[in-house]
């Protein structure tokens, strides 16, 4: 059984009333090793813009409402795309309504399940219908025709299930697995850490991990990093920045500052203004779950 934390929030803004579901739901445990989290986002009232940071993970998302625009493009057609490997941050606007279902991966599994290399979606959302996988097209339909966010999961996991049977990769898996988990852990180590921990020539694991990750190592490390950043100071509770620097391993509080601002696109100062007003729009916690 699949387990759910939610959050609701309701506004008192004096603009249009909004109400804002954002839930995330935990795969189902045979999942787990490759499906991070879903989430889960509704929102009815006046439209936002917020920056959103690279995770680390790529994702599937549906769009059941109008899709947001990003960076200012707006695509009425791409209601359901993979969503690569971003290197640096997105503006994102909504509309007025919103109703989406995001599938985050853990950022070595989807190579896997669709048997591309993740690099070739780098820095981009692409309609499934885009693929040339009928497969594809057709969890697109079924999805967004669920009639509930578990109906519509329980179709992804099943289309996942039937993916991974298809593919018996597995022993690289394993090594990109303990190359994302020293990442996590260890937020500074260096590339040849990393290429001894995946057991392979430094070339060799430089390959396989954009194939397998959809971005370099290098690339992964900083967004791990930056992200780690962004946790703390969504906390609001951050009074300097020198606890971020030494415990993330920033050479010094330039050295913060320049790689921040190279991937949230702001200082780690203007970051914390933005957070302060997604907390007056009432989508802080929202804004959290999907950064989770």
Request: proline share 4%.
């Amino acid at each position: 059984m699949r387990a759910s934390l939610p959050f609701f929030h309701k506004t008192t803004s004096t603009q249009q009333p909004a109400n804002l579901l954002s839930r995330i739901i935990l795969p189902s445990k045979h999942l787990s090793p490759f499906v991070h989290h879903y989430w889960v986002m509704r929102f009815d009232g006046h439209p936002i813009e917020m920056t959103i940071m690279p995770t680390g993970c790529m994702k599937w998302m549906f769009h059941r409402e109008k899709p947001f625009a990003v960076n200012g493009i707006y695509e009425a057609s791409n209601v359901a795309s993979v969503c690569g490997q971003y290197h640096a941050a997105a503006n994102v606007s909504t509309f007025e309504h919103a109703d989406l279902l995001f599938v985050f991966f853990h950022p070595y599994a989807l190579k896997i399940i669709m048997g591309m290399p993740c690099n070739m979606f780098s820095s981009t959302n692409v309609d499934m219908d885009y693929l040339g996988i009928p497969e594809f097209k057709l969890l697109k339909r079924m999805v967004l025709d669920a009639k509930t966010d578990d109906g519509a999961i329980a179709i992804i996991e099943n289309f996942i299930t039937q993916r991974l049977a298809l593919n018996n990769d597995f022993e690289t898996i394993k090594r990109m697995m303990a190359v994302c988990s020293e990442i996590d852990h260890h937020p500074s180590s260096s590339i040849d850490t990393l290429a001894d921990r995946a057991c392979l020539g430094e070339r060799q694991f430089r390959r396989f991990f954009e194939e397998y990750v959809g971005m370099t190592p290098k690339m992964m490390i900083r967004t791990k990093r930056c992200l780690q950043a962004c946790r703390s100071i969504q906390s609001l509770q951050i009074t300097d920045f020198k606890d971020i620097v030494y415990r993330l391993g920033f050479t010094d509080h330039s050295h913060l500052n320049k790689e921040f601002k190279a991937f949230a696109g702001m200082s780690p100062s203007e970051y914390m203004e933005h957070i302060r007003h997604i907390q007056q729009e009432n989508f802080l916690r929202g804004y959290r779950a999907y950064h989770k």
